[in-house]
């Protein structure tokens, strides 16, 4: 029986916006579409997942190595320009939080969970802004906790991270499941630690996980729901 469900931030719940994006690059002489920005993204992700990237100083330098991705996917060349355009873009995330934008799906799946009877932690690897940002953008009301590697000094993959956000739910590994869109920080992390990963894979560029997949946060709940 599930009890309580952990949620990662970005991939997740939030994403880059990707108008504020393509502004920047069309102030630095960059032009390209967010459409097409966005649709780099989960091929930038799934191109990240690897373990040496997890060895990077910091989520802060994977969330920059992942927008050069970004950018390359979608056709552009990485240049003096570009790099201007993602230092001013660095500097608005600092202060602000660059993933800012609500999937549609979100708010209806949040409420849906949590009228199912479940709890609900964030715990994002991210740079000390979310949760102002989640406040920001209205997600705080619609989750119990949320928590900032930042802030805690600790990120995914290590368990202590997942173990911390246990004891502040005051919950059971054994009735959580951990939701994640990467595959070594969300689902390696979450297994260390004894609780059940389940990878949400929108673009279904992960079909030889070992793991449960799921396409949305609707097929979340519908999972969820069938094995109560």
């Known amino acids: 029986m599930t009890e309580t469900v952990f949620l990662d931030a970005g991939g997740v719940l939030v994403n880059p916006n990707w108008s504020r994006v393509a502004e920047s690059l069309h102030a630095h002489g960059v032009t390209v579409e967010p459409e097409a920005l966005a649709a780099a993204d989960p091929h930038a992700r799934r191109a990240l997942d690897h373990p040496d990237n997890l060895r990077a100083a910091g ?52 409420k849906r969970l949590r009228g199912m009877g479940l709890r609900l932690a964030v715990v994002s690897n991210a740079n000390g802004t979310v949760r102002s940002v989640f406040e920001r953008i209205g997600l705080s009301p619609l989750v119990d906790l949320v928590l900032d590697s930042r802030e805690e000094g600790v990120e995914k993959p290590d368990p202590r991270f997942f173990a911390l956000a246990l004891s502040r739910m005051g919950a059971r590994a054994e009735t959580t499941v951990h939701v994640g869109d990467l595959y070594e920080a969300d689902v390696r992390g979450a297994r260390a630690a004894g609780i059940e990963p389940v990878l949400l894979d929108r673009a279904g560029l992960y079909p030889e996980a070992d793991c449960r997949r799921v396409g949305s946060l609707a097929a979340l709940a519908d999972w969820l729901e069938a094995r109560e």
């Open 59 to 110: 989520d802060g330098s994977r969330g920059w190595l992942y927008l050069d991705l970004v950018l390359t996917r979608a056709g552009l060349f990485l240049s003096e320009k570009t790099g201007a355009a993602l230092r001013e873009l660095r500097e608005y995330h600092d202060r602000h939080n660059l993933w800012e934008s609500v999937p549609d799906e979100v708010p209806a799946a949040l």
